[in-house]
């Protein structure tokens, strides 16, 4: 039996489980390198029985998973991936399992990325790298600033409370936000226009969709208060890349930090790598100790139930 373990980036899938669990003659087949050609990547995967992906890294298709006859159970990280086609894998007798996920570590990436930026960290940063010291710019304090947060779910939730510990003002808009979720969590619910009008800093925590995809389009961005920074740790393509690109260059905003994008691994030649006053981290928001630890082992769990026909956290159970 063949169980492969997709885009291990870091090459540390192996070292949060104990995978010795496994029965004997299982072989666990550990692919650190993203496989973009689905051809290359249905020949390398071969007969695996087993697949375990990290959401959303690689799609998981009807196409791939015909060329994959042997599969019969597919395991995720997290209890959602709209990378996997779920109707697929229904029609294919496949089952699909996923984990839990500890949600402050996203959160803490987007309030370090906002610290950053508030403070004017990246220029800062480069003066002191080019052998240089204060350069002629002061950062800005939070206390008493005003947070725009776009979704307001776990994740808006906690970045809410980090940022009124701050002493920020807090205003949030999603399309089915209502008052009585914006008064529960403590703040205030706007339209769209209103908090792209008002935020000093904007953070998106809403999840990628035909809705959502091209949200912040370069008339949104036009909209933003003059000098606001712009976050974006929950999916690349709600941010129209080039529109945030000419902002920034502009002067219109003063900062992003941009954990996500539309296509990962980043390529090197991506414009957004050469933008002014950007903090880019490589999609890290998730990437922490406890949460390695939490994917893993209940990966190792998921298939070892699946193995005994006793199958846990299936989705769409």
Known sequence: MKIGILDDYQDLARSYADWDRLPPGAELVVMTQNIPDPDALAARLGDIEILCVMRERTPITDGLMQRLPGLRLIVTTGMWNAAVDM??????????????????????????LLLMLARRMPRQMAALASGGWQPPEIGQSLAGATLGLIGLGKLGARVAGYARAFGMNVVAWSANLTDERAAEVGVKRVS??????????????????????????????????????????????????????????????????????????????????????VILTPHVGYVSHD?????????????LGFLDGNPVRVIGD
């Open 192 to 277: 769209f226009e209103e908090l792209l009008g008002v935020s000093d800093h904007v953070s998106v925590h809403v999840r990628l969709s035909e809705r959502t995809e091209g949200l912040l389009d370069a008339a949104a961005i036009s909209r933003m208060k003059p000098g606001a920074t712009l976050i974006n740790t929950s999916r690349g393509p709600i941010i129209d890349v080039p529109a945030m690109i000419a902002a920034l260059e502009s002067g219109a905003l003063s900062g992003a930090g941009i954990d996500v994008y539309a296509h990962e691994p980043l390529p090197a030649d991506d414009p957004i790598r050469k933008a002014p006053n």
């Open 87 to 112: 109707a697929a894998a229904r029609a294919r007798g496949i089952t699909v399992c996923g984990t839990g996920g500890p949600g402050h570590p996203t959160a803490e990436l987007t309030f370090t």
């Open 291 to 303: 949460t390695w630890q939490m994917f893993h082992t209940q990966m190792l769990e998921n298939i």
